[in-house]
């Protein structure tokens, strides 16, 4: 009887681990760190937390450290650069592509500079 306690134990301890929800990336997409190059350059560092829908984050480059804010559904996705000196980048149509490994998106500072940019989830390809 000791036995059959101790296997059906360790069957339920397996079974409620292989049923819990797994924190990789394809589950969360957003959470890491990216480094990231503007069309005009720049380049960046952003570390990003996804928190139910929500996205907030920090940046560091191109002269600039701020905060990052957004929101996240499957579906689609937007975030903004707070730079403390001001400056706000707001990207728009983003796109998550190659596995959820890298960001593209057009951005505007609302002062006449655009462009596109690309984020690169770490340990992956780099951006080009």
């Known amino acids: 009887m000791t036995r059959q306690l101790r296997w059906l134990g360790a069957c339920a301890l397996a079974v409620s681990l ?3 929800e797994s924190s990789g990336p394809a589950d969360e997409p957003i959470t890491g760190v990216w480094a990231g190059k503007f069309s005009n350059g720049i380049t960046m560092t952003a570390t990003l937390l996804l928190t139910g829908s929500t996205i907030t984050g920090t940046f560091d480059g191109g002269g ?3 905060t990052v804010t957004g929101s996240y559904t499957s579906d689609t996705f937007t975030f903004q650069l707070n730079a ?3 400056t706000q ?3 728009s149509a983003p796109l ?3 596995s959820n490994t890298r960001i593209t998106a057009n951005w505007d ?3 006449g500079g655009s462009g596109t940019v690309c984020f690169a989830a770490e340990g ?3 951006c080009p």
């Open 84 to 86: 403390t000196s001001g």
């Open 18 to 20: 292989a049923c819990s």
């Open 64 to 66: 600039s450290v701020g």
């Open 96 to 98: 998550l592509i190659n």
């Open 89 to 91: 980048r707001t990207l």
């Open 109 to 111: 500072d609302g002062a």
């Open 124 to 126: 992956s390809t780099p």
